[in-house]
């Protein structure tokens, strides 16, 4: 079946614009993750949700960020009057599991790049 | 702030070699999972390992899980240039064992 999918995938951006990043989970996944990954470090922990209900948003590094997943299967991330320090690869993951923390399955990430 | 810190940063090796890499975190574990990264891809699940589990296989694949000095390793037997990648290792935390803590990764290069 098809896996985790992101739009777009490069996004540019003029600083002081919004921006939505998009992605799709597996069918059928509980959980869904955002994270941030800046050049040449480690994915960092933006948000988690739990069906429709966002459980964990002590992630996100302002209140510039915002995160949604109404129905409970896409969500989306969305940016608000970006800033260069925005620029990173944002990574969605979505996992079967509904409690203990299990494999999570990551997308390709969408590259955004703030000018 | 990232959980861990891998150790070395960049490995070259030529193809057929062993690549060794080492990760270490600092809190609490329930378990901790290596991934893999290729350039412009997506992060794939390589391994997991339970906190009471001190080595696993996969394949080419072996990890070993060192509780007591808060650390990891992972070890790639006879390579392949298409194991070039960026390797990660993550860890949960035991008060939060949904969030993914990711170390700084290895860069693996390997050498036709």
């Known amino acids: 079946g098809a896996g985790v999918s992101q739009s777009p995938r490069y996004k540019v951006a003029k600083r002081g614009q919004d921006v939505a990043l998009r992605c799709d989970p597996i069918s059928g996944h509980v959980s869904l993750f955002w994270y941030q990954q800046a050049l040449g470090q480690g994915p960092e922990f933006l948000t988690y949700?739990?069906?429709?209900?966002?459980?964990?948003k002590s992630g996100l590094p302002s209140d510039r960020f915002f995160a949604e997943r109404p129905e409970g299967s896409v969500s989306t991330l969305k940016i608000q009057r970006t800033q260069q320090e925005d620029s990173a690869v944002y990574l969605c993951?979505?996992?079967?599991?509904?409690?203990?923390?299990?494999?999570?399955?990551f997308g390709p990430g969408t590259r955004l790049t703030v000018l | 702030s990232q959980q861990g810190e891998e150790d070395p940063q960049a490995l070259s090796i030529q193809e057929g070699e062993n690549a060794t890499m080492n990760c270490s975190y600092k809190?609490?574990?329930?378990?901790l999972q290596w991934y893999r990264q290729n350039s412009g891809r997506g992060l794939v699940h390589l391994i997991l390992i339970r906190s009471n589990e001190r080595e696993k296989h996969s394949g080419r694949l072996r990890v070993t899980l060192d509780t007591s000095k808060k650390s990891s390793s992972l070890l790639i037997t006879a390579s392949r240039a298409a194991d070039t990648a960026s390797y990660f290792c993550?860890?949960?935390?035991?008060?939060?064992?949904?969030?993914?803590?990711f170390g700084s990764g290895t860069r693996l290069l390997v050498r036709p």
């Open positions: 993951a979505s996992s079967l599991a509904r409690i203990r923390q299990n494999e999570q399955f």
């Open positions: 993550a860890t949960d935390a035991m008060d939060s064992s949904y969030k993914l803590i």
């Open positions: 809190t609490s574990i329930n378990n």
């Open positions: 949700f739990q069906n429709e209900a966002q459980l964990d």
